[in-house]
C-alpha cells in the first residue's frame, strides 16, 4: 500500500471529517474507498467505452471468411450446373423451332387463355362515358398481372364494316333489336 497526502479544501476536509464520524470510519478508509470505487468507475467506463468503439473487426474477418467458403462452395456447384444449362441451350438452339420453343409457347397460351376466361364477362362494353362506350377485353397472365384493353364501340363497327362489308354490317341493327328482346322479356319476369 502506498501513502500519499491529498490537499484538500477546508470546506472538502471538514465534510470529509464528518463523514468520517458519521460512518464511524477513518478518513483515509473514506478517500481510500472512493478513489478506489472512482478508479473502478473509470475502468468500467474505459472498457463500455472499447465496446462501443469495437469495430468487430475480429468478427467481421470470421464473418467475411465463412461467407467467403460458402459462395466459394456454392460457385463450384454453380460452375457445374453453368456447363449443363450452356450444353442444354445449345441442344435447344441445334433443335427447330417446332421442337424447342412451340410446346412452352402452348402451355404459356393455355394459361393466358385460362386466366383472360376468367374474367366474365370478356370482353365486355363499358367504359365512363356512356355516349362513347369502349369494348374492353382483359387479358390474364397471372393473378397479379392482368391488362385491360378498351377500344371504342364506334371503331369496332367501323372496323367491322371494313373487314366483313356493308351486309354483314347491315346486320347489326337486327342483333341489337335482339338483344333488345331479351332484355324486354327478363325485365317483365
Not at 501513502?3 to 477546508?10: G, P
Not at 468520517?20 to 474505459?46: F, N, P, T, V, Y
Not at 367491322?160 to 347491315?170: E, H, I, L, Q, V
Request: charged fraction near 30%; aromatic fraction near 10%.
Amino acid at each position: 500500500m502506498t501513502i500519499f497526502n491529498v490537499r484538500l479544501s477546508r470546506e472538502d476536509e471538514a465534510e470529509l471529517s464528518a463523514a468520517a464520524k458519521k460512518l464511524g470510519r477513518s478518513k483515509s478508509e473514506i478517500a481510500r474507498d472512493a478513489i478506489s470505487a472512482h478508479l473502478q468507475k473509470m475502468a468500467d467506463d474505459e472498457k463500455r467505452w472499447e465496446t462501443l468503439q469495437d469495430d468487430w473487426s475480429e468478427y467481421g474477418a470470421a464473418v467475411q471468411d465463412a461467407y467467403g467458403a460458402l459462395v466459394g462452395v456454392q460457385v463450384a456447384k454453380l460452375d457445374a450446373v453453368r456447363k449443363a444449362f450452356e450444353t442444354r441451350l445449345d441442344e435447344i438452339g441445334d433443335m427447330d423451332w417446332e421442337k424447342a420453343i412451340e410446346p412452352v409457347y402452348e402451355i404459356f397460351r393455355r394459361k393466358v387463355i385460362g386466366k383472360s376466361a376468367s374474367y366474365s364477362p370478356n370482353p365486355y362494353i363499358g367504359g365512363r362515358d356512356i355516349k362513347q362506350p369502349n369494348v374492353i377485353t382483359t387479358i390474364g397472365f397471372a393473378a397479379d398481372d392482368v391488362h385491360d384493353f378498351e377500344i371504342p364501340l364506334e371503331q369496332v363497327f367501323y372496323d367491322y364494316c371494313n373487314s366483313a362489308g356493308r351486309p354483314a354490317f347491315d346486320v347489326i341493327p337486327a342483333i341489337y333489336a335482339r338483344a333488345r328482346a331479351r332484355i324486354e322479356a327478363e325485365d317483365k319476369k
